[in-house]
């Protein structure tokens, strides 16, 4: 039997009052139950304009096309069909890429899994060229990390200083000579190749590790004339869920994750053996993870679910139902609501208080830089120190969000007493009991 969208949240259900108008149609036309397509015919072209951008960014144009284009008025009809198109070319091209690194690595015996992108299909999009994907992601184990990286080297990849990272090396890129031409559906950008040395951060995460045997049960998988391992389906759906949940932590929730996520949900509602096998491959701790991630997936996109998968939600402690009800709703559109309130659902995934107060302070009172591209950079006769120069960019940078973190220093603390403060009418319990 398969439980209503709403059957897991039980009473304190997510509110979505403080969306946008054009973010709120979209999340109702996508609905994958009750949901309300026509509402897209209300928007004015000015809120089309901004539905669009934020489809864009969120990845999920190609999506809105594919289910609600026959609600759509002629320009953006016109406007998305375009989008598709170029979609399409661009994941022949994709594969071509893999292909050309499949080859390359078999002769030297590189290992490796392809994680997220067509590895994704079916289950998670109705067809892999509604993915916008722009990277190839591999995970190596460590003895294949070195080797990959020379044969990425020999066939003209190399490394883009585009920041830090904690899951994977910096983003390779061939040269091309391609040219940003102001279409993010280009086919004819290069694509990128991430190599992950790990499938969860734990030393940011503060909890985990919850993907040990992900690489020991990988398995193998074909899309279209596409052949090449990958990680098996349970354990795929698990990386998608903590991929979200990674997100929403690091206040950079992307809303293609949480449909795709909730589409399979969705498309997996009646399936007893595949819910068996996830419950018996994951750990209590690694479920209740996850299961944060699957109660924002049903909110948003109002998907059935297994009872395996409304019980995981329904034993979520109070506190964390408490915080997805008051403030997830932020996290579904972070460009204009700048905040750290993810906070205080991180501290309470987290067993330690050692670690719970670390990352109170880092996020608070954060003291390290994402470094932009061009800080490593070097004048022409190569005399500027590039470490001299990254310290005066840190320095400027640090003192522009000094008022930015000031402010928002009260905000959190304010939101984060409102959950400690237990609701007698209600019977809750603080953020922190029994965690």
């Known amino acids: 039997m398969m439980m209503s969208a709403r059957s897991p949240a039980g009473t304190d259900s997510l509110q979505m009052p403080a969306l946008p108008r054009h973010i709120a149609a979209v999340l109702s036309a996508l609905k994958l139950k009750g949901g309300h397509p026509e509402e897209l015919r209300a928007l004015s072209d000015q809120e089309w304009e901004n539905l669009l951008s934020y489809t864009d960014s969120a990845h999920m144009t190609l999506h809105l096309a594919y289910v609600c284009r026959s609600y759509f008025p002629q320009w953006v009809d016109e406007r998305t069909a375009q989008n598709l198109s170029d979609n399409s070319q661009r994941f022949e091209r994709i594969k071509r890429a893999y292909q050309d690194l499949a080859h390359a690595f078999r002769g030297p015996g590189v290992e490796y899994i392809v994680l997220k992108g067509f590895s994704h299909w079916p289950g998670y999009v109705e067809n892999p060229r509604l993915r916008l994907q722009s990277d190839i992601d591999l995970f190596c184990p460590r003895q294949s990390i070195g080797k990959a990286l020379e044969i990425l080297n020999s066939l003209g990849y190399r490394a883009a200083p585009t920041g830090m990272f904690t899951d994977h090396l910096p983003i390779m890129i061939r040269s091309s000579g391609w040219k940003w031409k102001g279409n993010l559906y280009d086919p004819e950008i290069p694509a990128h190749v991430e190599i992950h040395h790990q499938l969860w951060g734990r030393d940011r995460a503060h909890f985990g590790p919850f993907t040990d045997d992900f690489w020991r049960r990988r398995s193998t998988r074909q899309v279209e004339d596409l052949t090449f391992p990958t990680l098996n389906w349970v354990d795929t759906l698990s990386f998608a869920a903590l991929q979200v949940l990674r997100d929403l932590l690091n206040h950079g929730l992307s809303t293609h994750k949480v449909y795709e ?25 690694a479920r209740r993870a996850e299961a944060v991630a ?6 948003c996109f109002g998907c059935d679910v297994h009872p395996i998968v409304a019980q995981e939600i329904e034993m979520l402690p109070t506190p964390m139902r ?14 204009e609501n700048m905040n750290k309130d993810a906070v205080w659902l991180h501290i309470a995934l987290i067993q330690s208080l050692r670690d719970k107060l670390a990352v109170f302070f880092r996020e608070l009172i954060p003291t390290k830089l994402k470094v932009d591209p061009d800080t490593t950079s070097v004048t022409d006769d190569g005399e500027l120190n590039a470490h001299a120069l990254r310290s005066v960019r840190y320095v400027s940078y640090a003192l522009t969000r000094i008022p930015f973190h000031a402010m ?11 959950l400690y403060i237990p609701r007698r009418r209600t019977g809750e319990t603080p953020l922190m009991d029994g965690l």
Do not use: C
């Open 408 to 418: 928002l220093i009260p905000i959190t603390l304010w939101h984060g007493l409102r």
């Open 261 to 285: 996520l909730a589409r399979f949900l969705h498309m997996n509602a009646n399936d007893p053996v595949f819910w068996r096998d996830w419950k018996n491959l994951h750990e209590p701790v």
């Open 322 to 335: 408490r915080w997805m009800r008051e403030y997830s709703t932020s996290a579904l559109n972070p460009v």
């Open 294 to 299: 699957f109660r924002l997936a049903v909110e």
